[in-house]
C-alpha cells in the first residue's frame, strides 16, 4: 500500500496547494490519465466524472452486487476519511488479478470529489499464495509421511518433530527432551556411531540405535544438515529419519529360518549317515549355538548305563550342569511326558530346557542359558528348541539300538563282562593316557582255580553259576574308570586306573578273600575256589605296550600256579 501513496503523492494528488494539486481540479482528465495505473475521480452523489482507460475491469467490479464498490465510495466521500480495498478480478479469458485501491476523498468548493487510485499487486499476490501453498504441501506431506522429521537446538534439544512423533513418542513428549537421553550408548559404540542430530557437518544415511518409549531397541537412518546463524554461529541440526526396527527384525527372522532349515538339515543328515553318537550332538549343539545366536547351550542324555551324561556343552557353569541334573531326575520320576519348553533360574540366568522324550519317556534335554537381562526367549526360538529336542529323540532311537550293538559285541555273553577284544581295545587307549599323565596303573591278569573240577563234578549249569558268580564279585570289586573283562573259559583281567604297587597288593588279597567267600556261598570245596594272580604295574613308560604287559601279568600268574595256585605275584620291572 506504500508504493501506491507514493505513486499519488508523486502525482500531487494529495495536496491541498501547489499546481498539482490544482491541475487535478482544472484538469483532472489529465492527471488521472498520466497515472500509471487504474485511476478515476467519482462526484459526490456517484457519478463518474473521469477515469482512465485501464479503469474498466475495476469498475464493472467496484459497482457488481459483490463487493459494494459504489457504496464504499460514497461512504468515504461522506466521512471524509480515507479508504482501502483488495481486490481480485477475473476477466473474460479466466485471468486473474489483484489489486490494492485507495480511496481518497477530495474537497471541492462546488462539490466533495472522490479520487480512485489502484495498483497492479497481481504478482505479489501470486506470490504470496504460491509461498502459502508451498508451505502447506510441505506441512501436508511432513504429516502423511512415515519419515521423522525434526529439528534440535545447538544443545541436542527437540525443537520440533513431525506431527506424528518418533521411537512410541508423540510430538509433544519430543519437544525439547534431548536426544542424548534416547541414544542406546553402547549399541551405537559397537558401531561406532555420532550423534547425527547434534553434527556440524552434513550426515547421510547415518545408521543409529535409539530407545523407545517402552524401553524397546528402535534402528533409524538418519539425514541431518547443521544450521548457522547469520555470523556462522551453529545454532543446531535439521533433517529426517527412517526406521529400519521392522526391516532389520524381518532380515533377522529370515536368517534365523535359514539357521534353522541348516541345523535341521545336518542332524537329519547326520541321522541318516549314523554318524558316532559325539558327532551327532556336536553337530546338534553348534547348530543350536548358530540359530539362536547362543553361546551358551548343553545338551544331556542317559546312556546305556542309565546315566546322565552331559553329550554336549559350550559356555554352560558346572553349577547350571548340575541343577538340570537334579532337574532331570525329578523330572523323569514325575513321568514328565511333555516335550514343551520349560524355563529354569539359576541365579541370574534363566535355563530354557526342551524335554528329548524317547517313546513318552524322559532320555534327555536340550538348554540354551541366557542372563536375565537379556531379551527373551521368543516363539520362534522356543520352536526351534523344540524341534532339535525332536530330532534328538529320533537319534537317540537308532544311536540306542547301535550302541546296543556295539556293548553286546563288546561284552561276553555270560558274564556281562568286557570280552577280549573290548577289553585290549580299552587298555590301549589307558596305556596311552598313562604315559601322557606318568600316572601308575595296574594290570591283574586272574585264573580261577579249581574250576576245572566243578564243571566234571557238578556240570556246566554249575560252572555257569560260577563263572557268573565271580565275574559280579569282580564287577564290584572295580571302581569308576577301572576295566574287567572275561578272557575267556576260567581267565580274568582287571585295569585299575591309578593305583599303586601296595594298593595293588591289597586289592590282591582282598579277592582272595572275596573268592573263599563265594566259593563257600556256593558249596564248593574240596577244592575250594581261589585266584591266582598275576600283577604288573604300568607307570608309563615309553616301552610299554599291551602285549608286554599282558605277557608280563600271564607269567607272574603261571608263577602262581606252578608255587601251588591261590595266591599273586609282582611281576619284576623292566
Not at 606318568?438 to 580261577?448: A, M, Q, S
Request: charged share 25%.
Amino acid at each position: 500500500m506504500g508504493k501506491l501513496r507514493n505513486q499519488i503523492a508523486g502525482l500531487g494528488l494529495l495536496g491541498k496547494s501547489g499546481q498539482k494539486g490544482d491541475d487535478l481540479l482544472l484538469n483532472p482528465g489529465l492527471v488521472i490519465d498520466q497515472y500509471p495505473g487504474p485511476a478515476f475521480l467519482v462526484a459526490e452523489d456517484g457519478r463518474l466524472l473521469h477515469a482512465n482507460e485501464k479503469s474498466d475491469l475495476i469498475l464493472r467490479e467496484l459497482t457488481s452486487a459483490k463487493t459494494n464498490g459504489v457504496e464504499n465510495l460514497k461512504e468515504a466521500i461522506s466521512d471524509g476519511i480515507s479508504k482501502q480495498l483488495n481486490l481480485k478480478l477475473e476477466n473474460a479469458l479466466g485471468e486473474k488479478s489483484a489489486y490494492d485501491i485507495a480511496v481518497v476523498p477530495i474537497e471541492n468548493e462546488d462539490e466533495s470529489l472522490c479520487l480512485v487510485c489502484a495498483l497492479d499487486g497481481s504478482m505479489q499476490y501470486n506470490l504470496i499464495d504460491a509461498l502459502v501453498a508451498s508451505r502447506q504441501l510441505f506441512k501436508d506431506l511432513i504429516t502423511c509421511t512415515a519419515e521423522f522429521v525434526w529439528e534440535t537446538d545447538e544443545e541436542g534439544h527437540f525443537q520440533y518433530v513431525s506431527p506424528r512423533g518418533a521411537f512410541g513418542f508423540s510430538a509433544a513428549e519430543l519437544d525439547g527432551m534431548n536426544v542424548a537421553d534416547l541414544l542406546m550408548g553402547q549399541a551405537n559404540q559397537e558401531a561406532g556411531n555420532i550423534n547425527p542430530f547434534s553434527v556440524k557437518e552434513p550426515v547421510h544415511a547415518k545408521q543409529i540405535w535409539l530407545r523407545a518409549k517402552d524401553k524397546s531397541p528402535v534402528c533409524m537412518v538418519i539425514n541431518s544438515i547443521p544450521v548457522f546463524d547469520t555470523l556462522g554461529n551453529y545454532v543446531g541440526s535439521r533433517g529426517a529419519g527412517h526406521d529400519l526396527t521392522a526391516e532389520i527384525e524381518q532380515k533377522q527372522y529370515l536368517e534365523f529360518l535359514k539357521a534353522q532349515e541348516e541345523t535341521v538339515s545336518k542332524i537329519v543328515d547326520a541321522i541318516r549317515r549314523e554318524v558316532e553318537a559325539d558327532s551327532l550332538f556336536d553337530i546338534a549343539g553348534q547348530g543350536a549355538c548358530d540359530a539362536l545366536h547362543s553361546t551358551q547351550i548343553v545338551i544331556g542324555r542317559l546312556n546305556l548305563a542309565s546315566h546322565l551324561e552331559v553329550a554336549y556343552s559350550k559356555g554352560v557353569s558346572a553349577e547350571i550342569e548340575n541343577m538340570l541334573d537334579e532337574w532331570f531326575w525329578k523330572a523323569r520320576e514325575a513321568e514328565l511326558t511333555s516335550s514343551e519348553v520349560i524355563t529354569l533360574q539359576q541365579e541370574d540366568q534363566l535355563v530354557h530346557v526342551a524335554p528329548i522324550q524317547l517313546k513318552d519317556n524322559l532320555h534327555g534335554y536340550i538348554a540354551m542359558v541366557r542372563d536375565r537381562t537379556a531379551l527373551a526367549i521368543t516363539n520362534d526360538e522356543e520352536a526351534l528348541l523344540g524341534v532339535i529336542a525332536g530330532h534328538l529323540g529320533v537319534a537317540l532311537i537308532q544311536l540306542t539300538a547301535r550302541e546296543m550293538l556295539v556293548e553286546l559285541s563288546r561284552t561276553d555273553e555270560l558274564s556281562g563282562l568286557l570280552n577280549r577284544r573290548a577289553f585290549n581295545e580299552d587298555v590301549l587307549k589307558r596305556i596311552a593316557h598313562g604315559k601322557r599323565t606318568k600316572r601308575t596303573n595296574t594290570l591283574f591278569y586272574i585264573d580261577l582255580d579249581n574250576f576245572k573240577p566243578v564243571n566234571d563234578r557238578f556240570g556246566h549249569e554249575k560252572g555257569d553259576e560260577v563263572l557268573i558268580a565271580i565275574s559280579n564279585l569282580l564287577k564290584e570289586s572295580s571302581r569308576v574308570g577301572d576295566l574287567v573283562s572275561r578272557l575267556g573259559g576260567d581267565e580274568f583281567s582287571m585295569w585299575l586306573e591309578d593305583l599303586s604297587e601296595e594298593d595293588a597288593v591289597l586289592k590282591a588279597e582282598k579277592l582272595q578273600k572275596d573268592c573263599l567267600e563265594v566259593s563257600n556261598q556256593l558249596d564248593v570245596h574240596d577244592p575250594s575256589l581261589s585266584f591266582s594272580i598275576g600283577i604288573v604295574m604300568s607307570h608309563g613308560n615309553t616301552e610299554d605296550t599291551l602285549e608286554s604287559l599282558l605277557s608280563r601279568a600271564d607269567a607272574a600268574m603261571y608263577e602262581v600256579k606252578k608255587m601251588g595256585k591261590g595266591a599273586f605275584a609282582l611281576a619284576k620291572d623292566t
